[in-house]
């Protein structure tokens, strides 16, 4: 089992930035993929962005693409994601997840790559 803790999300205003971040434990946090998702109230839960085990490897949203940024620490068993510029169609719930290592880039945006979930993290842009 790996559990999964969110962080740092919170109201912000049109153009600001956060980082969340999401710290795993349970299991050794090197052998996992992480992925960001996120949902809008009303809608289906989308990807965000993912992570390969090393860091060496990333993966974004086009819809979001040049606005986040995801990293991580495997030291600190922590995955981060940067959000910049944020604006009030970020407002969603972002959940991060653990996916056991494989091949990434051809399923990282598929929820069904993820074995392990975190709770989620609110964060709402106002303008």
């Known amino acids: 089992q790996v559990q999964l803790v969110e962080s740092g999300g919170g109201l912000v205003q049109a153009g600001e930035s956060l980082r969340l971040s999401c710290v795993a434990s349970g299991r050794t946090f090197s052998n996992y993929a992480m992925g960001w998702f996120r949902q809008a109230p009303g809608k289906e839960r989308e990807s965000v962005a993912a992570?390969?085990?090393?860091?060496?490897?990333?993966y974004y949203a086009d819809s979001i693409k040049g606005r986040v940024t995801i990293s991580r620490d495997n030291a600190k068993n922590t995955v981060y994601l940067q959000m910049n510029n944020l604006q009030p169609e970020d407002t969603a719930v972002y959940y991060c997840a653990a996916a056991r290592v494989g091949p990434l880039s051809t399923s990282w945006y598929r929820e069904s790559r993820y074995d392990y979930w975190g709770q989620g993290s609110q964060v709402t842009v106002s303008l």
């Open positions: 992570i390969g085990w090393s860091g060496v490897n990333t």
